[in-house]
C-alpha cells in the first residue's frame, strides 16, 4: 500500500515538506509552510512590541516571559522553523514555558514584516563543553 502511496506524494525540495499535489488541502498547506520557510514567519509590527533596535526595514523585538502571548507564539513559530537547522529532537523555545532561573530572552531580527532571525539568550550558572 506504501509503495502505492509514493507514486502521489512529492517532496518539495526547497523546504522538504511532503505533500499530495492532488489533495487541494495538502497544496494549500504546502504553501503556507513553504512562504514561512523561504520568507520568515509573518510579523507585522504592533505597539507591545519590545524593540530593541531598528534602521530601516530591519527591526529587533525581544521576548521574554513578561511579553504577550502573541510575541510569545511569533517567537515559538520563529523556533520551529528554525529548528529544521538544528540536530536536536526538541524546539528550542515554547510560549508556555514558566519562568524560572534561566531567565530566557528571546531576540528577533524582523525585516518588513517577516522574522528572518532568532537568537535565545539564558542564564547559566556554569557551562559545559563535551568534546
Same mark, same amino acid.
Given at each position: 500500500?506504501?509503495?502505492l &502511496?509514493?507514486?502521489? =506524494?512529492?517532496?518539495?525540495?526547497?523546504?522538504g515538506?511532503? *505533500? $499530495?499535489?492532488?489533495?487541494?488541502?495538502?497544496?494549500? @498547506?504546502?504553501? =503556507?509552510?513553504? +512562504?514561512?520557510? $523561504?520568507?520568515?514567519? *509573518?510579523?507585522?509590527? =504592533?505597539k507591545? +512590541?519590545?524593540i530593541?533596535?531598528?534602521?530601516? #526595514? *530591519? %527591526?529587533i523585538?525581544?521576548?521574554? *516571559?513578561?511579553?504577550?502571548t $502573541?510575541?510569545k507564539?511569533?517567537?515559538?513559530? @520563529?523556533? &520551529? !522553523?528554525?529548528?529544521? +537547522?538544528?540536530?536536536?529532537?526538541?524546539?528550542?523555545?515554547?510560549s508556555?514555558? #514558566?519562568l #524560572?532561573?534561566?531567565?530566557?530572552? !528571546?531576540?528577533?531580527?524582523? %525585516?518588513?514584516i517577516? =522574522?528572518?532571525? &532568532? !537568537?535565545? !539568550?539564558?542564564?547559566?550558572?556554569h557551562?559545559?563543553?563535551?568534546?
Amino acid at each position: 500500500m506504501f509503495k502505492l &502511496l509514493e507514486r502521489f =506524494i512529492m517532496k518539495c525540495p526547497i523546504c522538504g515538506m511532503m *505533500y $499530495v499535489p492532488e489533495y487541494s488541502k495538502d497544496v494549500r @498547506a504546502h504553501r =503556507i509552510y513553504h +512562504d514561512k520557510v $523561504v520568507n520568515g514567519v *509573518y510579523a507585522r509590527k =504592533i505597539k507591545s +512590541d519590545k524593540i530593541f533596535w531598528e534602521k530601516s #526595514d *530591519y %527591526r529587533i523585538t525581544v521576548v521574554n *516571559y513578561f511579553s504577550s502571548t $502573541v510575541q510569545k507564539r511569533r517567537a515559538e513559530e @520563529a523556533g &520551529l !522553523l528554525e529548528h529544521r +537547522d538544528t540536530p536536536f529532537d526538541f524546539a528550542p523555545y515554547h510560549s508556555k514555558e #514558566d519562568l #524560572d532561573k534561566r531567565n530566557v530572552h !528571546l531576540f528577533l531580527l524582523s %525585516r518588513k514584516i517577516r =522574522i528572518i532571525g &532568532l !537568537l535565545i !539568550l539564558e542564564k547559566r550558572t556554569h557551562v559545559q563543553k563535551f568534546t
